[in-house]
């Protein structure tokens, strides 16, 4: 399985910009589909943005025109730029291969972030 390890949240202001980043360990990371997902307070947890392995993404409708994805596969690393936040956008966030996620497996300890209007 691929390790992963979130990083930069924070508590920010409605209208500013945060990249999170995502880690990943193991040979395989550049071969699996990736996702970022959210998981606010009494919420089941919700797919926010998708690459797979050749770029293609997709987008929930909440986020869409103000996130982006982004993997740089020398380094194993997912990003998500998230622009023009809203308080609606708190939660605690995860990446994970899409293949873990369908089977609710391999969850790291998620980067939580909170904004404030």
């Known amino acids: 399985q691929v390790r992963l390890v979130e990083s930069g949240g924070g508590l920010m202001q409605a209208g500013e910009s945060l990249r999170l980043s995502c880690a990943a360990s193991g040979s395989t990371f550049s071969i699996n589909a990736m996702g970022w997902y959210r998981q606010a307070p009494g919420r089941q947890r919700e797919l926010v943005a998708r690459i797979g392995t050749g770029g293609a993404t997709t987008y929930a409708d909440s986020v869409k025109g103000r996130f982006t994805i982004s993997r740089d596969n020398a380094k194993n690393t997912v990003y998500l730029q998230m622009n023009s936040l809203k308080p609606e956008d708190t939660a605690v966030y995860f990446c994970?291969?899409?293949?873990?996620?369908?089977?609710?497996?391999?969850w790291g300890q998620g980067t939580q972030v909170t904004v404030s209007s």
């Open positions: 994970n291969t899409i293949f873990a996620a369908l089977r609710d497996s391999n």
